[in-house]
């Protein structure tokens, strides 16, 4: 995601109810491979399934790469819900909208709520998740 | 995977356990594209009330993922429900440990749905996240 300084919506411009710009991608075998090698996992028990958290991962870096976040942000809770699955070679699209944003002297808790579908339209996840953006001091 | 007998109350998933390392956090940063300082700038992460390089929450989530697959297969990539809480970091050096004991089994038409308390805790037994899972599994 852009940290500050580098083109996109800064994250102080973010409201209740925005939604983020759509973003799509290709589920390419070789950036699950790089996913699969970063977990550690041999995906042997996978065939060509994504597992959903490499989905969720790459799906949320595209989500966000439109906003300017402040560094230091980090994750307070995630939600998922499954329906689908999706395969290597897979096209995604990613909607995502702050459905709350607190702040507080020192941070600000922002929720996104998301949703994922494939190539034929289908939803196959959505969910929702929480951060806290430290916005003075660290 | 957990045979279908062995699906009751009370039964605890098989444990997956990984350590972390400095090159498996650059690793995934990498591979996710998630830059953040906080886990990849030590200078950085430093000065935060952090005190220094932390995992990304999804790196470590993906302990939990691995942990339902060995227990269930692929089958809970669909029809499933994951709720989880990041109660404190993982660093380089951890060991985690992800857990799950089955507190529910509901029976329905389309199969049935296993309800799982889980977490992932380090070498002090420390949770890292604790949450809920729902594995739905097919007639």
């Not at chain 1, 395969?87 to 929720?111: E, N, P």
């Not at chain 2, 995977?1 to 039964?11: F, R, S, T, V």
């Not at chain 2, 992932?120 to 890292?128: A, D, F, L």
Request: aromatic content about 8%; proline content about 5%.
């Amino acid at each position: 995601m852009p940290i500050d300084g580098e083109p996109g919506i800064p994250y102080t411009d973010l409201k209740e109810g925005f939604a983020l710009p759509t973003a799509t991608f290709r589920l390419e075998a070789s950036a699950v491979a790089d996913y699969l090698k970063a977990v550690g996992d041999d995906g042997r028990a996978y065939g060509d399934l994504v597992p959903p958290l490499a989905v969720a991962a790459f799906a949320l870096k595209a989500l966000s790469s439109s906003v300017v976040m402040l560094p230091g942000l980090v994750y307070t809770e995630a939600k998922i819900e499954l329906s689908g699955v999706a395969r290597v070679g897979d096209t995604i699209k990613c909607f995502g909208k702050v459905s709350r944003k607190v702040k507080w002297d020192d941070f600000t808790l922002l929720t996104l709520a998301f949703s994922i579908q494939k190539q034929s339209g289908e939803t196959i996840m959505k969910g929702g998740t929480g951060l806290i953006l430290p916005t003075s001091g660290l | 995977m957990i045979k279908p007998d062995d699906l009751k109350k009370g039964a605890e998933l098989p444990a997956f356990r990984k350590t972390l390392d400095r090159a498996s956090i650059d690793l995934y940063a990498r591979a996710s594209g998630d830059l953040n300082p906080i886990h990849v700038d030590e200078e950085f992460a430093r000065q935060t009330r952090f005190g220094g390089i932390i995992a990304h929450g999804m790196l470590v989530l993906s302990c939990i993922g691995q942990m339902l697959t060995a227990a269930f297969g692929s089958a809970w990539f669909d029809r499933s429900e994951l709720y989880i809480r990041f109660k404190a970091p993982a660093r380089p050096g951890d060991t985690l440990s992800a857990n799950g004991i089955i507190r529910d089994i509901r029976h329905n038409d389309e199969g049935i749905e296993v309800v799982c308390s889980i977490s992932c805790r380090n070498q002090k037994g420390e949770p890292v996240i604790i949450g809920e899972a729902k594995v739905k599994i097919r007639a």
